[in-house]
């Protein structure tokens, strides 16, 4: 049986009796002992102490020294490879090399030299290349030498690029030049200029302000003619097939910022 410690009933086991005790005096009967102060508690989960007071009050036995769980043999006593003075540190850290003093001037120590064969990534050094626009010998690491190209400045990286990229090596190239544009194209292209006042459809800038005449601009491409077997290049010059441009409007033109039929609006 289980006597209920607030009134006189009982019960034949324990948890008939907490239930008893939650039921009819509203609080639940202690189930656990206070590790610091030895008072009873209830808590639903598992706890040490009762309060935060015993939590965290000062321990009951003395942890310093060898009294304590992680004491390995305290200190160790060496000497300042500097100075020469003894001095103690603890085992489990670095090796002892420098006292406290030596570290705290600090004057005496020598920055490393990282710079050429002393650098800890040292691979060798430059290399001796030469330009491939140029022909002038210059130094490279060996990790930026370029199995494609290489170049010594600026100015050959430009020189380069203008005729890498002219041509077939233009990511724009289209098959090059058709070639002369045989009979009918000179006689056309001045009806052309004459039809639009040697002024730019599209913009109206002129020949005085040009300095010179306007370029006149294959409507459907000299290259389509040549592609259909049965036209010829001539077919291709038409003054309905042909309008005069500034180099500004005609490289709009050319990159496919002007549609076709506004082209022939014009003409």
Same mark, same amino acid.
């Given at each position: ?69 992680? &004491? ?55 290399? @001796?290349?030469?330009? !491939? ?14 199995? @494609? ?31 002369? &544009? ?15 006042? &040697? ?5 109206? @800038? ?55 039929? !506004? ?5």
């Amino acid at each position: 049986m289980a006597d209920c410690p607030t009134c006189d009933e009982s019960r034949d086991s324990w948890q008939k009796l907490r239930l008893h005790h939650l039921d009819t005096h509203d609080c639940s009967l202690p189930n656990r002992e206070c590790d610091r102060c030895g008072e009873r508690f209830f808590c639903e989960h598992q706890r040490k102490y009762c309060s935060q007071e015993c939590q965290y009050a000062a321990p009951s036995r003395d942890l310093s020294g060898e009294n304590n769980p992680n &004491y390995s043999d305290a200190k160790a006593e060496t000497t300042c490879d500097e100075c020469g003075t003894s001095f103690e540190f603890y085992p489990s850290e670095k090796k002892g090399c420098f006292c406290a003093d030596c570290v705290a001037e600090n004057e005496w120590q020598e920055p490393p030299e990282l710079t050429g064969e002393s650098h800890p990534n040292w691979t060798g050094g430059t290399t @001796t290349i030469v330009c !491939d626009e140029c022909g002038e010998p210059f130094e490279r690491y060996p990790a930026q030498v370029n199995e @494609t190209v290489n170049l010594c400045g600026e100015s050959c990286h430009a020189d380069w690029l203008s005729s890498a990229f002219t041509g077939e090596g233009h990511p724009n190239w289209r098959g090059g030049p058709t070639g002369p &544009y045989g009979p009918g194209w000179r006689e056309v292209r001045a009806l052309a200029l004459e039809r639009d006042g &040697y002024a730019c459809v599209l913009c109206g @800038t002129d020949a005085d302000e040009l300095g010179r005449n306007p370029d006149v601009h294959h409507i459907i491409p000299v290259r389509a003619f040549l592609d259909e077997p049965r036209l010829i290049v001539s077919d291709a010059h038409t003054l309905d097939n042909v309008c005069s441009l500034c180099v500004d409007c005609h490289r709009r033109v050319e990159h496919g910022d002007v549609a076709a039929r !506004d082209l022939r609006a014009m003409v």
